[in-house]
């Protein structure tokens, strides 16, 4: 498994050199840069085709990606009118665009270079290389913890060039959960869910290896990674996901809709113990972790209502300043759709919203008719659930991969390009 072409150079080395980037300090950087320079090829390619090029080789997009480049174009839009409105001043407002040139940009930018040759598979056995270098790791951030060496080993000097936080760019061993006392890990991370996240993505990246030994190690690694995250939704959603995703693959199919329909019966005819149990699960959901999930709770409702009330349309720009009530975590973080919501308005919400549905459509129709577009849906189901728990703007610089395989997704339904006049197909000798 090589590289064959410049694209799948820059893909292999930014995901098998993760762990290095780690230590260094620069996977933030690493993750933020890759989408551009993918785009840089892309624009040099297209700069060279001529009347000559092949019709097949010529670079297309899937009508789905104008959905991603309008709906983060106007992200920057409300960005920019709400500084304006709220007076934040010039140096904020570059500080802004260049967080959403790391975070929403990405979106746009991974939606176009799908059409670039880099093998799917290619992406798979990275994955699984990442998912070696944790069963490796972990066992040494847990002899750190036993030695009592420092929770966080030292922070890069490369946080100079910007960015969210610290946490970015340091290493650390582990973590303490404040609720349980337990331990967490976050390995490469910045926080524990945001590994969880990646180990979702990877399980789902790792069962398509092909290679046995690869395959085992992918699975092993990735549920691991989601086991020391004490993540829940981490652990919960590749069983979840798997479920909805071959649901979505073959709703078409009788036995799966005379299924849902009596699922629907008995579901209809039992609510009341139905909805009991499902308070029930909440509960025991929520008492794994109670003061993370009010902290979440109440950081909904103030970015919930400081929207409203403040700035309904465009948002407030920036994140807010959190009261002791939340632990002084920002307003507007943790959560993708009140993050939204509270920055950018009821306008950035529906650039998220409209080209997550254009996606999900095209994925549901199209889907099972390409070679990865199951994994794609699958990609799509995982970043929509954690829209619910996560902030996706933060973390585009971790989770790129997946976008980068619904990029392929969109593009592998484009109808084929008929060969050029003139092009006569090599069959052999046989007429």
């Not at 270079?113 to 069963?135: D, E, H």
């Not at 025991?284 to 400081?306: C, H, M, N, W």
């Amino acid at each position: 498994m090589q590289p064959k072409n410049p694209e799948e150079t820059l893909v292999w080395g930014a995901l098998v050199g993760t762990y290095l980037f780690w230590l260094l300090g620069a996977l933030y950087i690493v993750g933020s840069a890759i989408g551009w320079l993918l785009l840089g090829v892309w624009c040099s390619r297209w700069w060279r085709e001529s009347s000559t090029t092949p019709a097949a080789e010529r670079l297309r997009w899937p009508w789905v990606v104008w959905p991603w480049i309008l709906g983060m174009i106007t992200m920057e839009v409300a960005l920019i009118i709400a500084h304006i409105h709220f007076d934040l001043g010039l140096g904020s407002l570059i500080k802004s665009s260049v967080g959403w040139a790391k975070g929403w940009a990405l979106l746009a930018v991974f939606a176009m270079v799908g059409g670039l040759k880099v093998r799917p598979t290619l992406i798979y056995r990275a994955a699984c290389i990442i998912c070696l270098g944790s069963l490796i790791f972990y066992p040494l951030c847990v002899v750190g913890h036993t030695i009592h060496l420092p929770r966080i080993l030292y922070v890069s000097p490369l946080q100079a060039v910007g960015g969210p936080g610290p946490e970015f760019f340091d290493v650390s061993l582990y973590e303490i959960d404040p609720d349980s006392g337990s331990l967490r890990y976050r390995l490469f991370a910045p926080w524990g869910p945001a590994l969880g996240l990646m180990g979702d993505i990877y399980f789902f990246f790792a069962w398509q290896e092909t290679n046995r030994f690869w395959r085992w190690v992918g699975v092993i690694g990735s549920l691991l990674m989601c086991w020391v995250s004490a993540s829940r939704l981490a652990i919960l959603a590749v069983p979840t996901v798997a479920v909805i995703t071959w649901l979505l693959l073959n709703w078409q199919r009788p036995f799966v809709l005379i299924s849902l329909g009596v699922s629907i019966f008995l579901g209809s005819v039992s609510a009341a113990s139905v909805t009991q149990e499902v308070q029930l699960l909440e509960q025991d959901f929520t008492k794994v972790r109670p003061s993370s999930s009010l902290v979440r709770q109440y950081l909904g409702e103030i970015a919930l209502y400081r929207w409203w009330h403040e700035a309904p349309v465009w948002g407030h720009g920036v994140v807010g300043n959190g009261p002791h009530l939340v632990e002084f975590m920002p307003i507007g973080s943790h959560q993708t759709w009140f993050g939204l919501l509270f920055i950018k308005g009821f306008v950035g919400a529906v650039s998220l919203a409209v080209p997550m549905f254009c996606s999900f459509l095209v994925m549901l129709t199209g889907a099972g008719k390409t070679q990865t577009g199951p994994v794609a849906l699958t990609m799509l189901v995982i970043l929509f659930l954690y829209t619910f728990a996560e902030n996706l703007e933060t973390l585009a610089y971790l989770y790129w991969p997946a976008l980068l395989i619904l990029s392929i997704a969109f593009h592998e339904q484009l109808p084929r390009t008929p060969p050029d006049p003139g092009y006569q197909e090599d069959r052999g000798g046989l007429s």
